[in-house]
């Protein structure tokens, strides 16, 4: 569908900016967002792989699906949003209370895949129902935390929120989906990238202010050393 493919572009396009930015960011500036470059060299390696299968006929396993980049993009996910936000979270009793969410659903989740014996080669509507709110929780822990100090990532973790929220719903009834007129598949995939179009200009533009703040502290010690 053209709508579907023109979003589709306006994501990766923005994708590919933002991890040169965050590269950039991380290497030369500011080395405590590396979980977020994390998080995007994972998104990246699932779009690469999606589009060799879709226009290259590239296979996984002999099959041509990208269900277990879904997956990697799951656990990806968790680990690198919960090393974001156990970095930056300043208040000791929220920065607690952070571990023991990831570590709650990281343990349910790991429960969850050996006792369904959930198969990397398929979508699977279960697996997110631990690791998505578990996201969700930690940026609404992190928005206390900005209540309280007045400082922080706020673009970023609204976006995160955002993301996280969305993708919960539709990795959840992804698995429902087959047998569904293309068009209303097309459709729903159009709807999700929204989020993600939104979340990465937010990561673009918290990452201009990262760069602008840290841009002038180095004119002001550059200024008073002179």
């Not at 939104?198 to 202010?209: D, G, V």
Request: charge should be neutral; aromatic fraction near 20%; glycine fraction near 4%.
């Amino acid at each position: 569908m053209e709508y579907f493919e023109i979003l589709n572009f306006i994501y990766i396009a923005l994708l590919v900016v933002n991890l040169f930015v965050f590269a950039t960011l991380v290497f030369k500036r500011a080395h405590n967002m590396w979980p977020l470059l994390m998080v995007l060299v994972f998104w990246g390696i699932k779009e690469a792989i999606t589009l060799l299968i879709k226009y290259d006929g590239f296979l996984i396993n002999g099959e041509a699906t990208n269900a277990p980049l879904y997956h990697m993009v799951l656990w990806s996910d968790l680990i690198f949003f919960f090393f974001f936000f156990n970095i930056h979270q300043e208040n000791k009793k929220l920065k607690k209370t952070t571990t023991f969410v990831f570590l709650f659903s990281l343990i349910l989740t790991v429960i969850l895949y050996i006792f369904l014996d959930i198969d990397l080669m398929f979508f699977n509507g279960w697996s997110p129902l631990f690791a998505k709110p578990a996201i969700i929780a930690m940026c609404t822990i992190y928005f206390f935390h900005l209540l309280s100090v007045k400082k922080g990532y706020p673009y970023m973790v609204i976006g995160i929120f955002m993301y996280a929220s969305c993708s919960l719903i539709d990795m959840s009834v992804h698995p429902f989906y087959e047998g569904v007129d293309p068009s209303i598949y097309g459709l729903r995939d159009a709807i999700n990238l929204i989020p993600l179009i939104i979340m990465n200009i937010l990561f673009t533009y918290e990452a201009y202010l990262i760069y602008r703040k840290l841009n002038h502290r180095s004119w002001s010690q550059s200024n008073q050393i002179e």
